[in-house]
């Protein structure tokens, strides 16, 4: 778990939501584009996305509404949805 | 290295019959625990049918109150502390077979605000895994404990030690 005193930046969030896709997917974090659609990352599966979405909510200490969660289509709508808990006092 | 299997501090205590860790609750869960090399609590657990919800599969309460007993002992056998858990958050990411063998290993997470926050994960044989749990607990106070639980003056005298843990010890 990592308690944030200040707020990352977008781009401190894209890469550890890329880190853990990697590391989930067995795929490298580069490739992984802002526009990809989740679903269609190599070895994706809901489960598998799910997985990640709960190292997430555990590597910031955050949880994330079921509803947002399974209502994400791209990588950049989960860097967003991350971002939004860490700058908006949710979860 | 083989893990060190843990005998309960409190398995001999006379009101002892919690449904997770005691063996003589004839239908409890009556799990093992052991500790592993990290610190962490860890339980192997295979579920008969008596713990089914679906045909073959384990019933996602009893998932749940087998995390939710591993993280709370694991408090009790680490710290001495005995904990209300105050919120239990599951991730179900698949189901768990009737007859297979699952891990669940738990460990701290944080503290502060008076609660100690913990994690669970429960794995399969072949190590997929299966469900993340998350949850928050609350020391709790002697004078609830003999309250809540009916303590005479001898067994609160005895378990007293258990009871006003501070969070941040942890």
Same mark, same amino acid.
């Given at each position: 778990?990592?308690?944030?005193?200040?707020?990352?930046?977008?781009? &401190?969030?894209?890469?550890?939501?890329?880190?853990?896709l990697? &590391?989930?997917?067995?795929?490298?974090?580069?490739?992984?584009?802002?526009?990809?659609?989740?679903?269609?990352?190599?070895?994706?599966?809901?489960?598998?996305?799910?997985?990640?979405?709960?190292?997430?909510?555990?590597?910031?200490?955050?949880?994330?509404?079921?509803?947002?969660?399974?209502?994400?289509?791209?990588?950049?709508?989960?860097?967003?949805?991350?971002?939004?808990?860490?700058t908006?006092?949710?979860g | 290295?083989?893990?060190?299997?843990?005998?309960?501090?409190?398995?001999?205590?006379?009101?002892?019959?919690?449904?997770?860790?005691?063996?003589?609750?004839?239908i409890?869960?009556?799990? !093992?625990?052991?500790? @592993?090399?990290?610190?962490?609590?860890?339980?192997?657990?295979?579920?008969?049918?008596?713990?089914?919800?679906?045909? =073959?599969?384990? %019933? =996602?309460?009893? +998932?749940?109150?087998?995390?939710?007993?591993?993280? =709370?002992?694991?408090?009790?056998?680490?710290?001495?502390?005995?904990?209300?858990?105050?919120?239990? $958050?599951?991730?179900m990411?698949?189901?768990?077979?009737?007859?297979?063998?699952?891990?669940?290993?738990?460990?701290?997470? =944080?503290?502060?605000?008076?609660? +100690?926050?913990?994690?669970?994960?429960?794995?399969?044989? #072949?190590?997929?895994?299966?469900?993340?749990? !998350?949850a928050?607990?609350?020391?709790?106070?002697?004078?609830?404990? $003999?309250?809540?639980?009916?303590?005479? #003056?001898?067994?609160?005298?005895? @378990? !007293? %030690?258990?009871?006003d843990?501070?969070? $941040?010890?942890?």
């Amino acid at each position: 778990m990592t308690s944030a005193t200040t707020i990352p930046t977008r781009e &401190q969030v894209a890469s550890v939501v890329r880190e853990l896709l990697g &590391q989930e997917l067995k795929i490298v974090p580069s490739d992984i584009t802002d526009d990809a659609v989740l679903k269609e990352l190599p070895g994706a599966d809901s489960v598998r996305l799910v997985r990640v979405v709960s190292r997430l909510e555990r590597h910031w200490d955050k949880e994330f509404e079921d509803e947002a969660v399974f209502d994400l289509r791209k990588v950049d709508e989960l860097v967003s949805l991350t971002l939004s808990y860490l700058t908006d006092g949710n979860g | 290295m083989k893990d060190a299997a843990i005998e309960l501090p409190w398995a001999h205590e006379p009101k002892f019959r919690c449904f997770g860790c005691s063996p003589r609750n004839p239908i409890g869960l009556a799990l !093992n625990l052991r500790q @592993l090399p990290s610190g962490e609590i860890s339980a192997e657990t295979t579920f008969s049918e008596d713990y089914a919800s679906y045909p =073959g599969i384990v %019933h =996602g309460g009893i +998932v749940s109150t087998l995390a939710d007993e591993v993280m =709370g002992d694991m408090l009790a056998l680490r710290f001495g502390m005995l904990a209300f858990s105050v919120s239990l $958050r599951m991730r179900m990411l698949l189901p768990l077979r009737i007859g297979e063998p699952y891990l669940t290993v738990a460990r701290i997470a =944080g503290s502060g605000h008076g609660v +100690v926050k913990t994690e669970a994960d429960i794995t399969g044989a #072949d190590g997929e895994l299966h469900v993340t749990a !998350n949850a928050a607990y609350q020391p709790i106070r002697s004078e609830q404990a $003999r309250l809540l639980m009916g303590l005479d #003056d001898t067994e609160h005298a005895r @378990l !007293n %030690h258990y009871f006003d843990h501070e969070t $941040r010890t942890v």
